[in-house]
């Protein structure tokens, strides 16, 4: 058995590692913090809406119901807005529909080819 100096120097080095250990676990919560901050800034950021559930129109604005019905959400629109927005907006969902239905005719023709 030590010497208290031995005693105290020992425990000095295995406080001195704790302390290593501890400053790389920090390390790694925070890059942890950071990531899910970006994910949590993306997620704020954008509303991805797949099907709505709900459409309708009062005092000048325009809901939109969508989400589970369990996790109900609304999207509501100025109309003088959407109007003005109406020309881009049914540009471009005509565009990209009309993307969707060539690629969607090209699998078929390829299944076909196969058969």
């Known amino acids: 058995m030590g010497t208290s ?3 105290l120097i ?15 676990q ?21 509303t991805y809406i797949h099907e709505t559930h709900n ?6 604005e ?3 119901g969508y989400n589970d019905v369990d996790d109900e959400k609304w999207l509501v629109y100025n109309t003088e807005q959407l109007f003005k927005d109406l020309p881009f907006i049914i540009n471009q969902v005509v565009k990209e529909n009309k993307k969707m239905q060539d690629m969607y005719l090209t699998q078929i023709k390829d299944e076909l080819k196969e058969l």
């Open 26 to 46: 920090k390390e790694e919560l925070e890059e942890y913090i950071r990531e899910l901050q970006d994910k949590l800034h993306e997620n704020i950021s954008y």
């Open 10 to 24: 020992e425990k000095i080095y295995d406080l001195k590692e704790e302390n290593k250990e501890l400053k790389v």
């Open 62 to 64: 325009m809901h939109i």
């Open 55 to 60: 459409l309708w129109c009062q005092d000048g």
């Open 5 to 7: 100096k031995d005693i």
